[in-house]
Nanobody, 117 residues
């Protein structure tokens, strides 16, 4: 079955950086798009950044200029480089993947990012 394995979360001071990774396995279909979402305590899950199979990216306004999403199609991996982190970036970050010719999308288990002030 499809598996998404995230890594790279942790505790960092405000102004610091982290790099998240997400590896997708178990599907015979090609990836259409991948993205990162986050959910802070007591809040709904929100979109952070996305990248299509042809490399087009988009970002939430709150992370533009600080976060960069990138992908390695050969490795079925997506990255999220997070710089200038703020305490309000604290959340569980989830990886999401959409495949061509599939009505389903898939989620990782989440990785905790905590930014201290």
């Amino acid at each position: 079955q499809v598996q998404l394995v995230e890594s790279g979360g942790g505790l960092v001071q405000a102004g610091g950086s982290l790099r998240l990774s997400c590896v997708v396995s178990g599907s015979t279909l090609s990836i259409n798009a991948m993205g990162w979402y986050r959910q802070a305590p007591g809040k709904e899950r929100e979109f952070v950044a996305g990248i299509s199979s042809d490399g087009e990216t988009n970002y939430a306004d709150s992370v533009k200029g600080r976060f960069t999403i990138s992908g390695d199609n050969a490795k079925n991996t997506v990255y999220l480089q997070m710089n200038s982190l703020k305490p309000e970036d604290t959340a569980v970050y989830y990886c999401n993947v959409v495949f061509y010719y599939s009505l389903n999308d898939y989620w990782g288990q989440g990785t905790q990012v905590t930014v201290s002030s």
